[in-house]
T-cell receptor, first 110, second 110 residues
Framework: DAKTTQPTSMDCAEGRAANLPCNHS???????VYWYRQIHSQGPQYIIHGLKNNETNEMASLIITEDRKSSTLILPHATLRDTAVYYC???????????FGQGTELSVKP | DVKVTQSSRYLVKRTGEKVFLECVQDMDHENMFWYRQDPGLGLRLIYFSYDVKMKEKGDIPEGYSVSREKKERFSLILESASTNQTSMYLC?????????FGSGTRLTVV
C-alpha cells in the first residue's frame, strides 16, 4: 500500500470549510484513497473514499487530483464536533487491513 | 445502525493474568481486526481474521492470540498480561472496504 503524508495539525474556524490535504505520490492505479477520523477516546469512523473521481456524501467531499498523487478532504461547514484526528489511507485491499499513519489533528475553534 | 461492540470500556488486570477482550459485530462481516493504539505510535494491527477459524498475524502479534469460533465474534487473548500491554484496544470489522470500529477497551495492566 502506498505511503501517505499529512500535516501534523491544522486549525479551522467554526462554520468555515476545513480542507485537509494528503499526499500519496506513489499511489498505484488500483489503490483507493480512504479517509477516517477519530474523535478523542472513540474508535475511528469512516468518512469517505474514492478511486479517481471526486466524491461527496453527507459528511464530506473528497477531491482527488487528476494524477492521483494527492487528495483533499473537505468538511464544508466545520463544527466543534469535527475536532478529531483525520487519517488518509491508501489501499488496494478493500476490506483488508488498514495501515494508519499519524494523521492530521484538526482543531475547530469558535 | 451497524455495530461493533467491545465487551468492556475500561479494564484493570494484574501482571501475569490471562485476559480476554471480546468483540461482537452484527453486520455479518467476513473480516475482523484487532488494533492497539498508543500515544506517538498510532494504531497498530495485532491480528486479523478473514473467516471463521482463520487468523492472520498483524504487525505486533507477540504476546497475543485470537479466537474466531463464530462469524460475529472475534476474541483477543493476552496469555500472560504484562505492563507493556497497557493500551487502548480497538476491534473492527469490514466489508467492501469500509471498516467499522468499536468504541475501544482501555486496558491497564498493573
Amino acid at each position: 500500500d502506498a505511503k501517505t503524508t499529512q500535516p501534523t495539525s491544522m486549525d479551522c474556524a467554526e462554520g468555515r470549510a476545513a480542507n485537509l490535504p494528503c499526499n500519496h505520490s506513489t499511489i498505484s492505479g488500483n489503490e483507493y484513497v480512504y479517509w477516517y477520523r477519530q474523535i478523542h477516546s472513540q474508535g475511528p469512523q469512516y468518512i469517505i473514499h474514492g478511486l479517481k473521481n471526486n466524491e461527496t456524501n453527507e459528511m464530506a467531499s473528497l477531491i482527488i487530483t487528476e494524477d492521483r498523487k494527492s487528495s483533499t478532504l473537505i468538511l464544508p461547514h466545520a463544527t466543534l464536533r469535527d475536532t478529531a484526528v483525520y487519517y488518509c489511507i491508501v489501499t488496494r485491499n478493500q476490506g483488508g487491513k488498514l495501515i494508519f499513519g499519524q494523521g492530521t489533528e484538526l482543531s475547530v475553534k469558535p | 445502525d451497524v455495530k461493533v461492540t467491545q465487551s468492556s470500556r475500561y479494564l484493570v488486570k494484574r501482571t501475569g493474568e490471562k485476559v480476554f477482550l471480546e468483540c461482537v459485530q452484527d453486520m455479518d462481516h467476513e473480516n475482523m481486526f484487532w488494533y492497539r493504539q498508543d500515544p506517538g505510535l498510532g494504531l497498530r494491527l495485532i491480528y486479523f481474521s478473514y473467516d471463521v477459524k482463520m487468523k492472520e498475524k498483524g504487525d505486533i502479534p507477540e504476546g497475543y492470540s485470537v479466537s474466531r469460533e463464530k462469524k460475529e465474534r472475534f476474541s483477543l487473548i493476552l496469555e500472560s498480561a504484562s505492563t507493556n500491554q497497557t493500551s487502548m484496544y480497538l476491534c473492527a470489522s469490514s466489508s467492501q472496504g469500509l471498516h467499522t470500529f468499536g468504541s475501544g477497551t482501555r486496558l491497564t495492566v498493573v
